[in-house]
């Protein structure tokens, strides 16, 4: 009850309480703040790995048919349509 009727006392008490206050999260805010400099500084870089292939060759002769034709390759790889025109 003595609060009530001391003015100095009520002002200590809560620039006291605002000081431990503001100490204790200041402490709480470093710790989260490092908590996520630890999480996100140990996540693996990641690499991409680009690899070119080679285009194929351009066709000669390329069956246009509705009914379509019979392909052979030769040994080089080429494509041979002999039935179509």
Do not use: Q
Request: aromatic share 14%; net charge negative; with cysteine.
């Amino acid at each position: 009850m003595s609060i009530l009727f001391s003015p100095f006392k009520l002002v200590f008490s809560l620039v006291s309480f605002a000081l431990e206050f503001a100490i204790v999260m200041a402490i709480l805010y470093t710790i989260v703040i490092v908590a996520f400099i630890w999480l996100f500084g140990s996540v693996p870089e990641i690499i991409t790995v680009t690899e070119y292939i080679s285009a194929p060759e351009i066709v000669e002769s390329v069956c246009d048919r509705i009914d379509g034709c019979r392909i052979f390759w030769d040994e080089t790889g080429k494509e041979i349509c002999p039935d179509c025109n």
